[in-house]
């Protein structure tokens, strides 16, 4: 029994005694270790921000300035608006300048007018469109405010350019954004060109269609009165003619008369112009002294004339030629004629030399034709945005960085440098468990020979 115990005891003595094993990482060794090995992480660290460093100043500085357009005043585009055949707001004019800012045409054409900016952009390699479109799309940049925040005092326009080193980019960015606005006046002087001509053009068709109902109508006119003194000098003629055939059938209707009367006359003995009364008188002659009075409310009947009146009357009237006397309308008709002749009227329109000034409504649309000829169209002192911004040359680059590329350098030598320590402190501690491990798995037999030894003495 005591022989046993002292076996055990013993076996207890020499385990204890060995070197245990873990697998966790001893993190004030490992402190140790990094700490030990400070000056190679200092100068790893210096050598990669020396090599960043050395890197960022090889690379082609990237300068970036901007400038911002706002809404011109009022009287700027106080020449265009009063026009009266083209408005343009000064916030429209804005949108407008913005949008050719933003056109690809516009901005194509001033890349190809600049040769310099096309060789500062162009990179061995690359061709033209390529150089081009790394300028469209990566140099310039356009901005405005959010909708949300637009109003009067926030509307602007703003314009980026991003350009390498050796390059004029605010003079580049300033005749750029001139270069806009020239094109801009350029096609709202077309516009307005357009616009006015076509206002002539207009006006122009309305005075011809004046002038040719003028022409039309005036020669209506004329035929309207023409005609109607045509008519006026037929129907005078044909009353001279009935009026004529009147006369005639009196004159011959007084002939008959006349020829009946003398029959009478001859017949009652009447010779020379008597009466009734006096006839009676005649018969009474020798005769107690009568009064007789005569009631002269009816004619006295013709042949009372005598034949000697009757038949004088009847030659008169046997021998004329023309009754046209007998009745003074037909002097009113030769009257009516002869004024029928000329239509002074009709002269006087068909004699017009300046036959303008007779057209109604003429008067406006030749007021409104001098007014638009004497438009301006030339737009090159039109004011259509106001820069309150100009482009000027920055003092730093945007890109790169040098204190940033130096830092992260720095930073990445740190961090290969430490990971490659860790690992090794990692691997020399795998390393030394596997030893003690191994020690450990030899010293157990040994401590158990020893024990036997000791009990067996």
Known sequence: MLNGLWAS????????????????????????????????????????????????????????TSTILRPAALNDLDQLNRTEVYSLPPAEALRRVGAALDSYDTRLSFFMSNPELAKAFTRPGMSFDQAFDQFNTSALSLFQPDDKRRDLLSIYIGLNLRYPKGVDGATLLNNFVQFAINREKEQVASDLRIIVQNRLTEIDSKLDASREAYKVGKAGEVAL???????????????????????????????????????????????????????????????????????????????????QALEAEKRVLLQRKNDDFADERVASIYRELKLLENNRRSQFLQQRQNEDIYIKGIKELRSEKTRLLSINTNMNNLGLVSVDRQAFEPAYPVSPRKALFVAIGALLGLLSVTGILVLQFLVGASERRAFVSGEALVARPVGQDAAKNVIAN
């Open 9 to 64: 005891i013993v076996t207890n003595v020499f385990q204890a005694s060995a070197v245990p094993v873990t697998d966790e990482i001893d993190l004030l060794q490992l402190i140790k270790h990094l700490f030990a090995r400070k000056l190679l992480i200092a100068c790893v660290m210096l050598a990669g921000g020396l090599l960043a460093g050395i890197y960022a100043y090889s690379l082609t500085p990237i300068y970036e």
């Open 225 to 307: 009165l023409l005609e109607a003194d045509s008519i006026k000098r037929a129907e005078l003629q044909d009353e001279l003619v009935a009026l004529r055939a009147q006369l005639k059938r009196q004159r011959e209707n007084r002939i008959a008369q006349l020829t009946e009367a003398i029959s009478v006359a001859h017949s009652l003995g009447i010779v020379t112009p008597s009466t009734p009364s006096a006839m009676a008188a005649e018969s009474t002659s020798g005769q107690a002294s009568v009064m007789r009075t005569e009631v002269n409310n009816q004619s006295i009947p013709l042949y009372f004339m005598g034949t």
